[in-house]
T-cell receptor, first 112, second 112 residues
Framework: DAMVIQNPRYQVTQFGKPVTLSCSQT?????MYWYQQKSSQAPKLLFH???????NEADTPDNFQSRRPNTSFCFLDIRSPGLGDAAMYLC???????????FGNGTRLTVT | TQLLEQSPQFLSIQEGENLTVYCNSS?????LQWYRQEPGEGPVLLVT?????EVKKLKRLTFQFGDARKDSSLHITAAQPGDTGLYLC????????????FGGGTRLMVKP
């Protein structure tokens, strides 16, 4: 089945220690997104790629970076995680910017 | 910026009861999507409504898009414990470049 896969499901990192979360898709979708979701809240868009074009949300901290080396893979890099960055990180894909999203199961990040 | 207000934020009901979740905006959306998210998983698309006044049914779930395409509702008949989860509405703007705008979510708990 075509899907969006996130690894790892759970990630523990230390305060200030860089961490990378990964996402892959077999849907061949043009758009890939990274969302941050804190407990019981709606997902908050951090940035997205439309093909190779990177689009950063205005309020996404500089601490968060992303890479999309090819259509299938996208990475979220958190350069210096703080305690406030502990959250569920969701990767999603869509055919276009307004198409329904296909989400992965997320990576739950804990910062100690 | 297009905003979507979702209500209620939290809802705890007994099995067998009916409920309605609302998603309201002052902006017009070209389409509106509803997602359900279960704990530890990513959101899953339930339905997309496109036409003003459209009603879609998915078993015990009824989705309606307002005539002016500014609001939507989700009605669940005879709720079951398996309906428990976070319900999210997301609107797509009229501008082709717009990303989806998420509502704040409704956390539903259905007690047996």
């Amino acid at each position: 089945d075509a899907m969006v896969i996130q690894n790892p499901r759970y990630q523990v990192t230390q305060f200030g220690k860089p961490v990378t979360l990964s996402c892959s898709q077999t849907l061949n979708h043009n758009v890939m997104y990274w969302y941050q979701q804190k407990s019981s809240q709606a997902p908050k868009l951090l940035f997205h790629y439309y093909d190779k074009d990177f689009n950063n949300e205005a309020d996404t901290p500089d601490n968060f970076q992303s890479r999309r080396p090819n259509t299938s893979f996208c990475f979220l890099d958190i350069r210096s995680p703080g305690l406030g960055d502990a959250a569920m990180y969701l990767c999603a894909t869509s055919g276009t910017g307004r198409s329904p999203l296909h989400f992965g199961n997320g990576t739950r990040l804990t910062v100690t | 910026t297009q905003l979507l207000e979702q209500s209620p934020q939290f809802l705890s009901i007994q099995e067998g009861e009916n409920l309605t979740v609302y998603c309201n905006s002052s902006s017009v959306f070209s389409s509106l999507q509803w997602y359900r998210q279960e704990p530890g998983e990513g959101p899953v698309l339930l339905v997309t409504v496109v036409t003003g006044g459209e009603v879609k049914k998915l078993k015990r779930l009824t989705f309606q898009f307002g005539d002016a395409r500014k609001d939507s509702s989700l009605h669940i008949t005879a709720a079951q414990p398996g309906d428990t989860g976070l319900y999210l509405c997301a609107g797509a703007g009229d501008n082709a470049g717009n990303m989806l705008t998420f509502g704040g979510g409704t956390r539903l708990m259905v007690k047996p």
